[in-house]
């Protein structure tokens, strides 16, 4: 994926475009250094390769960083920033039916993508607390969430917490085992919700 012009909106190219008179915006190098990260892991995050993605020389790099820390910083900065819209977004499915929201969140644990973010991000947490406080927000807001549904649904507080853990660390154990486990279906995703929904 290119990274758009910040002045022309289009798509600068990755490597082998040429150089690009077009000086990057702070928010340029930590998007591009965030999509890097999610594609390829931290260890991928280097001055050369990013430099190489975007078409510019290091010179544009050290205009807005003193070193590889200070952007890996501002990414988290960035990714933490969007985890809290992210947990705001959760928090709104309080407000859905019941069988709505255990639905919505159904769909959010079968995307694809985001199950390759978590565990890009899970993995950076380990050794970065800013990124690892906001992945224990959002554990705790969607479990919360659940919780919620399953009250809603007639369990009582204990029976609740009990199943909503057993969702969430599905949930997280699915990130972790896709590669090496069957990734289950949308009806073994439903047959699950049923056996744990169900009085």
Same mark, same amino acid.
């Given at each position: 994926?290119?990274? *758009?012009?910040?002045? &022309?909106?289009?798509?600068?190219? $990755? $490597?082998?475009?040429?150089?690009?008179?077009?000086?990057?915006?702070?928010?340029?190098?930590? /998007?591009?250094?965030?999509?890097?990260?999610?594609?390829?892991?931290?260890?991928? @995050? *280097?001055? &050369?390769?990013?430099?190489?993605?975007?078409?510019?020389?290091?010179?544009?790099?050290?205009?807005?960083?003193?070193? %590889?820390?200070? =952007?890996?910083?501002?990414?988290?900065? #960035?990714?933490?920033?969007?985890?809290?819209? /992210? @947990?705001?977004?959760?928090?709104?499915?309080?407000? %859905?039916?019941?069988?709505? $929201?255990?639905? *919505?969140?159904?769909?959010?644990?079968?995307?694809?993508?985001?199950?390759?973010?978590?565990?890009?991000?899970?993995?950076?947490?380990?050794?970065?607390?800013? @990124?690892?406080?906001? @992945?224990?927000?959002?554990?705790?807001?969607?479990?919360? !969430?659940? #919780?919620?549904? =399953?009250?809603?649904?007639?369990?009582?507080?204990?029976? /609740?917490?009990?199943?909503?853990? !057993?969702?969430?660390?599905?949930?997280?154990?699915?990130?972790?085992?896709?590669?090496?486990?069957?990734?289950?279906?949308?009806?073994?995703?439903?047959?699950?919700?049923?056996?744990?929904?169900?009085?």
């Amino acid at each position: 994926m290119g990274v *758009k012009n910040p002045v &022309t909106g289009s798509a600068r190219g $990755r $490597r082998g475009r040429g150089r690009s008179d077009t000086r990057l915006s702070l928010g340029d190098w930590t /998007a591009a250094a965030l999509d890097l990260l999610v594609r390829e892991g931290v260890s991928a @995050v *280097k001055i &050369t390769r990013l430099c190489e993605d975007l078409g510019v020389t290091k010179g544009s790099f050290y205009w807005h960083f003193a070193d %590889l820390n200070a =952007l890996m910083e501002a990414v988290a900065d #960035r990714w933490c920033a969007e985890q809290h819209e /992210a @947990v705001r977004v959760v928090a709104q499915l309080q407000a %859905l039916p019941v069988d709505v $929201r255990l639905e *919505k969140m159904a769909e959010l644990l079968m995307e694809q993508q985001a199950w390759a973010v978590q565990l890009v991000v899970r993995d950076w947490a380990t050794g970065n607390e800013q @990124v690892a406080a906001s @992945v224990r927000e959002m554990d705790q807001q969607i479990f919360e !969430v659940v #919780r919620g549904a =399953l009250l809603g649904l007639g369990f009582d507080a204990e029976q /609740a917490r009990l199943r909503a853990g !057993v969702l969430v660390y599905a949930g997280i154990g699915f990130v972790f085992g896709r590669t090496s486990l069957p990734t289950p279906t949308a009806a073994e995703l439903d047959a699950i919700m049923e056996i744990l929904t169900t009085r």
